[in-house]
């Protein structure tokens, strides 16, 4: 069965400063890893995603994402934070199991605070 | 805006009450998604439901059922219910329900039980 992890509940940066968050999976078939943000009182929209090929993913809002396979970590990072960027953040695994029904596994989200 | 509707935006109800929140997916996509959000339990999957069928299940309550119509829209019925049920219900859809799909979530269904 597949598992996400999301080391941090709270990530506290600099406007302008690096952001790094951190998501680890556990799979026993290749993944597919989503990042997803959500506003306040909002629903989630979708940052970026690795489904096969370049692990290098590149998203919206300059966000980018890793997929590191000998350390299952699917990473996400932006070089210089917004004051917008301050929201939660979630890691998510497609449950693939037996079948492939889309079924999404969260990690239990990361707070961004960015302060000005 | 995502494209996907979910009605009502706030309920607020007792326990033991049933209450019936409605979703509409994107044009074009076949496969809707219920989703509840806690805070003790985090985001979790509920049910799936493609073209009418229920295609997966997740930890979803025998108090709660799902349906999807011939018009694609979905309802998700909560009955009995109790005062941890109180969440945000986030409906989403996608295309053709794959695993590799983006799935897009509507705004919510914030449910108060008193």
């Known amino acids: 069965a597949q598992s996400v992890t999301q080391l941090g509940s709270h990530v506290s940066v600099s406007e302008g400063a690096l952001v790094l968050l951190r998501c680890n999976y556990s799979?026993?078939?290749?993944?597919?890893l989503f990042w997803y943000v959500q506003y306040p009182n909002q629903g989630l929209q979708l940052l970026l995603k690795y489904t096969t090929g370049a692990t290098l993913v590149k998203g919206i809002n300059g966000f980018e994402a890793e997929f590191k396979k000998s350390e299952t970590s699917f990473h996400l990072t932006k070089p210089s934070a917004h004051m917008s960027d301050a929201a939660e953040y979630f890691c998510a695994v497609s449950d693939l199991g037996s079948s492939n029904t889309g079924k999404l596994i969260f990690g239990q989200g990361t707070t961004l605070q960015v302060k000005p | 805006d995502s494209g996907v509707t979910q009605t009502p935006k706030h309920l607020i109800t007792a326990t033991g009450q049933r209450v019936t929140l409605r979703c509409s997916p994107r044009s074009g996509d076949l496969s809707v998604y219920w989703y509840q959000q806690s805070l003790d339990q985090g985001l979790q999957f509920l049910i799936q439901?493609?073209?009418?069928?229920?295609?997966a299940k997740g930890n979803i309550l025998e108090r709660f059922s799902a349906q999807q119509f011939p018009d694609l829209h979905s309802e998700l019925n909560l009955s009995s219910l109790e005062l941890g049920d109180s969440a945000l219900y986030f409906c989403a859809s996608s295309v053709a329900g794959q695993g590799t799909e983006t799935q897009y979530f509507g705004p919510g269904t914030r449910l108060l039980v008193l």
């Open positions: 439901y493609y073209n009418g069928e229920e295609r």
């Open positions: 799979s026993s078939v290749p993944p597919y």
